[in-house]
């Protein structure tokens, strides 16, 4: 699993935000277009890219893209 695979299947699911505004540091709840759904799809394309079960407080607890790769990665 790589960061920058991690982040173009990230960034796909923020349909009005630019691939280029995504970078380990982004800290994608600022988005404008981050929302509960977004929460929900990023649950659904962890678990079927990579066969891993994260949860809202996990999504919660993060800030960063990285700090959600980082907590998907030790599950793996």
């Given amino acids: 699993m790589e960061i920058k695979t991690f982040i173009e299947q990230f ?3 923020f349909e009005e935000t630019s691939m280029s505004d995504f ?5 994608f709840k600022y988005f ?3 929302s509960s759904f977004t929460a929900l ?6 678990d079927e ?5 994260i949860t809202g407080d996990d999504i919660r607890k ?3 893209v990285n700090d ?6 030790s599950r793996i």
Wanted: charged share 30%; hydrophobic share 45%; glycine share 0%.
């Fill in 11 to 13: 960034a796909e699911l």
């Fill in 23 to 27: 970078l380990p540091e982004t800290e």
């Fill in 32 to 34: 404008n277009e981050w």
């Fill in 41 to 46: 799809s990023i649950i659904a394309m962890v």
């Fill in 49 to 53: 890219k990579y066969n891993v079960k």
């Fill in 62 to 64: 993060t800030d960063t």
């Fill in 68 to 73: 959600l790769f980082e907590i998907i990665k």
